[in-house]
RNA sequence: UCCGGCGUAGCUCAAUGGUAGAGCGGAUGGCUGUUAACCAUUAGGUUGUAGGUUCGAGCCCUACCGCCGGAGCCA
């Protein structure tokens, strides 16, 4: 079928010209002056067509005077300029087809405003909604802008495994990939399962981040991303913790933790400013019906930079505050929920890096500061949102690195490979990675995670 | 996993331990170049599940399930 897309035709002024769309009714109203007004939507852009039925169309007694929401229909019709008030252009239909009906008694989807909770049972036709449509394509939007900012800055995209070996990664707990069955898997002798009859031949897992498969290729290529699904088992029961999402990861060779800010600072005003250019009526949308401040926090984003500061002046920021928590703050403790989010909305009200954290409270591979206390690491912190990223300076010394695994208790046999980087040719390098639902909620201002992502996996809900 | 809240019509929610209701949505009719239309009529219920207390439980008690919010884990 040849047919044009609504975002196109609205934006047309040759009146009187045939056109055909196809789409799926948001409403009917009727005019007892002997015609039906369709609102057509098909997913292009947020707003609809108007399209104007005649009573003088053959199918419209038996067909068009009953369509329901959610019906397919295509339309032929004339553009004409709209004499009513709320849109500039309608249709004036001369053929509509009805493709595909809907029984109203049944259909989930009302015309008004129905709960998020409610619509995510129904997960397979909420895009078919105003807000679900809009946020599938900020998220595209924002998908679009990572890659065409990474590329402009000559990053390399790098497809890092789904299934890892790594298996203390210590990013959280992660999902078993096995073909054993597990009812009867096989055993050695002394009674454990046998995964060296397993289909790798070894334990594998989902992959918890692509970073130390990344540096492999920011050690030869020298900038990378990574853009791809990421998996904790954790029971995480928040509105913003899923049990798939999407991480972007880049890594530089040859780039320090300043450099590792300076780029998660332009990587993010690059994405707002990219979505408040590219999703102008699906932003108003939000800022009108689900987040007020919604317009002005991005638009605030502006050219600002970001504050930055230590996890020490942090604490003592926090500690001079004379601010009550439920968790005092004492410099070594990790920063607590409230701790960030009292720096980034009360504080500063705007995004915030905190740099330098107690390396006793970090991984292993993040470079250890010559004060011996702290490591090079960063978290940047948005309003309302919490940590959208965590990154660091990579430790690139094999002695010091050696060193850390060894009292952190993970076995420098099973990182060889990694290791090796750092045996030979070895270089400072950075990276991060950035929760993209995360970005989706802070550009939609969606409160919670579920809603931002097609078909949410979280604890009990692997449903569609 | 911990703390708190909630679970009643298709949806959103009411209902002192005493006859289960409203709005929206649906159907039917009326009216109108309409904009989340409006007016009238009407259909629609195993009150999350299983026990318990009571003459009597949507309401009180216990357990379980699920959802939501906060915390932790993190992105």
Known sequence: MKRELITHVLTRSDFGATVTVAGWLRSRR?????FSFLALNDGSCFANLQVVADDTLPNYADELAHLAT???VSVTGTLVASPGKGQQVELKADAVVLHGGVDPEAYPLQKKRMSFERLREIAHLRPRTNTFGAVARVRNALMA????????QDFI???????????CEGAGDMFAVTTLNPADPPRSESG???????FFARRTFLTVSGQLEGETYASALGRIYTFGPTFRAENSNTRRHLA???MVEPEMAFADLSDDADLAEAYIRHLVKHCLNH???DLAFFNQWVDKTLLARLTALGDAPYHRLSYTEAVDCLVRSGQTFEYPVTWGCDLQSEHERYLTETVFEQPVIVTDFPEAIKPFYMRLNDDGKTAAAMDVLLPHVGEIIGGSQREDRLDVLLERMRIKGVDPETYSWYLDLRRFGSVPHAGFGLGFERMVQFCTGMQNIRDVIPFPRTPRNADF
């Open 192 to 198: 454990a399962v046998d995964y060296a009859q397993d």
């Open 157 to 167: 995209c790098v497809h890092t495994p789904i299934i890892t070996g790594s298996d």
């Open 145 to 152: 802008a990572t890659h065409q900012f990474f590329q402009e």
């Open 279 to 281: 999703c102008e009526a």
């Open 30 to 34: 009727d005019s007892k002056g002997g």
């Open 244 to 246: 798939e999402f999407w």
């Open 70 to 72: 959610g019906a397919a």
